[in-house]
């Protein structure tokens, strides 16, 4: 038997044993969780407890943590469909998890990290992408034997200022989206358009959002870059790439997504008239990067720049002619070299000899050896990520470099990827 498949299970031996001793008397209680976005994706990081009464002291020794995860029709595997989660600290907090020095809950913090499955609400299945789980919770107060099973729902930081309700219909097919509205609003504020990858496809915009961490474009350091901007979040319902067989093109056919795309695009530009219009910024990874990619070869006057990770678009499928009506475009490409999905020699290095080659004068390309661990948390350099994730570095908005290591300057002033972008207007 695996190490961590017995882990699993003497953790579920310990929760039912806590359970069938919990006093009678008491009433389980409620929590709510806290999902937060991960460079390695979501995490449940926090519990916030209620309590009968008002209290101010709390020991995060006397709490243990058990959790569930079940998905209907998948057979999870054992070691992370149910064990214990590790508490870290605890404070006295309000319903929302804020810290106060009294009252009514209290917020327990937990251990996440890129090894730790059991804190994912997702789970990855092969056709599907990344899926919510039923994800539930056992909470023991050791000491008094309370107990807390019983879920109030969930705060996203980040996801809960994106208006999640829009859908639209174009021809036979229906998006989902995201969007974000700044807020403080000038006369015209620019556009962020972000595209997920081929992992975050589906009817429920939480997933593109929290998956690779795209919710950052509403961070305050980012807004504060572009001085407040509107974000969209567009959701394909299958890949981005694929073709009227659901196979992905990689651009050597035509795909099915990109012309709705464009009209939800130009609807949404329509709908909000303190958009830009020569501001405009479209991008995405791997799969969303071929979009984006495809999006400025089809529409090189509509957009202000493009921003792309993990570029999918071979470029062996874009013609000289196509380079030449794109060179003009700004346009930052970030990418690893030990990329095994989008391999960077079929995609993103060919494109931007080409360009350069062709007189392009503002693109540029951050070239990453490996992607690490930014939060010096888990490993610092000694931990490596799939080199397939540069959005890592993207969302975090650390490039900074030309492929020949020199800083991308703007004014003579070294600029950060995003720094640049805002920088950027039709015609300018």
């Known amino acids: 038997m695996k190490i961590k498949t017995l882990i699993s299970l003497v953790a579920a031996f310990f929760s039912s044993l806590y359970l069938a001793s919990a006093n009678p008397d008491s009433q389980p209680g409620t929590y709510k969780m806290v999902v937060e976005g991960f460079d390695w994706g979501p995490a449940v990081n926090k519990i916030i407890l209620s309590l009968p009464d008002t209290t101010s002291k709390v020991n995060a020794a006397d709490f243990s943590v058990f959790v569930q995860r079940k998905l209907d029709g998948t057979n999870i595997p054992a070691e992370q469909s149910s064990g214990k989660r590790e508490v870290i600290s605890a404070y006295i907090s309000n319903e929302t998890g804020d810290r106060i020095k009294t009252g009514r809950n209290i917020t327990l913090v937990l251990s996440v990290g890129p090894s730790l499955p059991i804190a994912s609400p997702f789970q990855y299945i092969r056709v599907k992408g990344n899926v919510w789980v039923d994800y539930n919770l056992t909470i023991i107060q050791t000491k008094t034997q309370q107990i807390w099973n019983k879920s109030t729902g969930k705060i996203m930081p980040l ?43 589906g009817t429920d915009p939480t997933v593109p959002l929290l998956g690779n961490k795209a919710a950052n474009y509403v961070d305050t350091e980012i807004q504060t870059i572009f001085d407040g901007a509107y974000v969209l979040v567009p959701q394909c ?57 495809k999006l400025i070869l089809l529409y090189p006057d509509y957009f202000a720049a493009g921003y792309i990770s993990a570029l999918a678009y071979r470029s062996q499928y874009i013609t000289d002619a196509d380079i030449q009506k794109i060179k003009n475009v700004p ?33 540029h390309f951050t070239y990453y050896d490996h992607v690490n661990d930014i939060t010096n948390q888990y490993g610092g350099s000694g931990f490596q990520y799939n080199g397939h994730w540069s959005w890592v570095y993207l969302h975090q908005n650390l490039p900074r470099t030309d492929l020949d290591g020199s800083a991308v300057k703007l004014n003579g002033k070294p600029v950060t990827i995003m720094e640049w972008m805002a920088a950027q207007k039709k015609g300018k």
């Open 159 to 201: 996801i809960d200022e994106f208006d999640l309700s829009k859908k639209f219909n174009y021809q036979d097919k229906t998006m989902s989206y995201a969007t974000y509205s700044p807020k403080n609003k000038k006369d015209k504020a620019p556009l962020i358009i972000w595209l997920h990858g081929g992992g975050e496809g």
């Open 237 to 293: 319902p299958g890949a981005w790439m694929h073709n009227a067989q659901g196979v992905g093109t990689q651009g050597k056919e035509n795909d099915v997504y990109n012309e709705g795309l464009m009209a939800l695009i130009k609807n949404y530009v329509s709908a909000n008239p303190s958009i830009d219009p020569n501001r405009i910024y479209v991008g995405g990874c791997s799969n969303g990067g071929y979009m984006a990619l």
């Open 331 to 363: 346009m930052w490409f970030v990418h690893s070299k030990d990329d095994g999905t989008t391999i960077p020699d079929l995609t993103v290095v060919p494109v931007f000899d080409r360009l350069k080659t062709a007189g392009a004068k503002n693109v």
